[in-house]
C-alpha cells in the first residue's frame, strides 16, 4: 500500500519519484526530514502531503539502498 504512494513518471519532475497526485519528491522530502524539519512541519508546509506519504517516502528509500550496490560516502575532515 505504501509503495503506491511513491509514484515516478517521465513527465513529472523528470522521473524522480514524487508521492502521488504532488510534485513534492522523496528527495525532497528526505532532504527536510535530514535538515531538522518535524513531520508535522512537513505536513503544515505542504497540506496536501500526509503522515503516511513521508512514511512511504521513508520506506521507498529505505528499499531503494537495499540493492547491491556500493555507495561512496565523502569522509569529512574536521
Not at 527536510?32 to 496536501?48: D, F, I, T
Not at 512514511?55 to 574536521?78: G, K
Request: glycine share 4%; proline share 5%.
Amino acid at each position: 500500500m505504501a509503495q503506491s504512494l511513491v509514484v515516478s513518471d517521465p513527465t513529472v519532475m523528470m522521473g524522480k519519484p514524487v508521492i502521488a497526485g504532488t510534485r513534492l519528491t522523496v528527495e525532497l522530502i528526505l532532504e527536510k526530514l535530514a535538515n531538522g524539519e518535524s513531520v508535522e512541519q512537513l505536513l503544515e508546509a505542504h497540506p496536501r502531503l500526509t503522515k503516511e506519504a513521508v512514511l512511504a517516502a521513508i520506506d521507498f528509500a529505505a528499499h531503494a539502498l537495499r540493492a547491491d550496490v556500493v555507495y561512496p560516502v565523502a569522509s569529512h575532515s574536521a
